[in-house]
């Protein structure tokens, strides 16, 4: 057992350095979670999100390249948690800009993250569906409902095991957003169809009080 220190420090020397790339990653994770959650919000105060979204692209290439070479740190849960996050704001923005979705190898991320990341989006939906409603912009209410009930028939279509991709909660949570979105669009629509009704109604009326003061 002559070289048994050598083999220990060789062993030491490489754990070593994956515990520093480990912190470095962890750190990262945090900055792209933090960077694309800022970029959503931005989104929901109808602000252009670009910069923001362009930081945390540049930020995910960096935790990518800093993984790389280590499979377990890639594969660990603070790094897919950070590129569900900003899979999220990705497919956020480009279905409030109406435009073509990236994919995973547009966005450089696992599968898996990205489809979780896609579940997220139908709660951000519901949010942007809600605005609308406040702002009495019953059109586009209707619209954000639309986009989930796409987005939901998409990620219904993955039925795997939890240890391959933990899907199925994402689905449950959806499947409840859009029910209750539902509920609340139609009453919204129905309100909306009535003061149009009452309203020509109104001006039927008028127009005859009108025509019946000129016939005078």
């Known amino acids: 057992m002559q070289n048994l220190e050598e083999i220990a420090a060789e062993i030491e020397e490489d754990l070593d350095e994956k515990d520093t790339i480990r912190e470095?990653?962890?750190k990262s994770s945090r900055a792209l979670i933090r960077l694309s959650g800022a970029a959503v919000r931005t989104m929901h105060n109808e602000e252009d999100p670009s910069s923001l979204l362009a930081e945390a692209k540049?930020?995910?290439?960096?935790?990518?390249?800093?993984?790389?070479?280590?499979?377990d740190l890639g594969s660990a849960g603070y790094v897919e948690d950070a590129y569900q996050e900003l899979a999220e704001a990705f497919l956020f923005y480009s279905?409030?800009?109406?435009?073509?979705?990236?994919?995973?190898?547009?966005l450089e991320i696992t599968s898996t993250s990205y489809l979780l990341g896609m579940g997220d989006?139908?709660?951000?939906?519901?949010?942007?569906?809600?605005?609308?409603?406040?702002?009495g912009d019953v059109n586009t209410a209707v619209l954000r409902l639309e986009q989930m009930e796409t987005l939901y028939e998409t990620i219904i279509?993955?039925?795997?095991?939890?240890?391959?991709?933990?899907?199925?909660?994402?689905?449950?949570v959806a499947r409840a957003l859009i029910e209750k979105t539902r509920g609340e669009v139609t009453i919204a629509v129905r309100s909306k169809r009535l003061e149009?009704?009452?309203?020509?109604?109104?001006?039927?009326?008028?127009?005859?009080?009108?025509?019946?003061?000129?016939?005078?």
């Open 24 to 26: 470095i990653a962890l």
């Open 196 to 216: 149009d009704h009452l309203e020509n109604v109104w001006k039927d009326v008028k127009a005859v009080q009108k025509k019946q003061k000129n016939g005078k």
């Open 95 to 106: 279905i409030m800009r109406e435009r073509n979705l990236p994919s995973p190898r547009d």
């Open 58 to 71: 540049d930020e995910a290439s960096k935790l990518k390249s800093l993984v790389i070479d280590h499979s």
């Open 121 to 135: 989006v139908i709660g951000e939906l519901r949010r942007a569906s809600l605005d609308s409603l406040r702002r």
């Open 157 to 172: 279509r993955f039925s795997y095991p939890n240890a391959l991709v933990a899907i199925r909660r994402k689905q449950d």
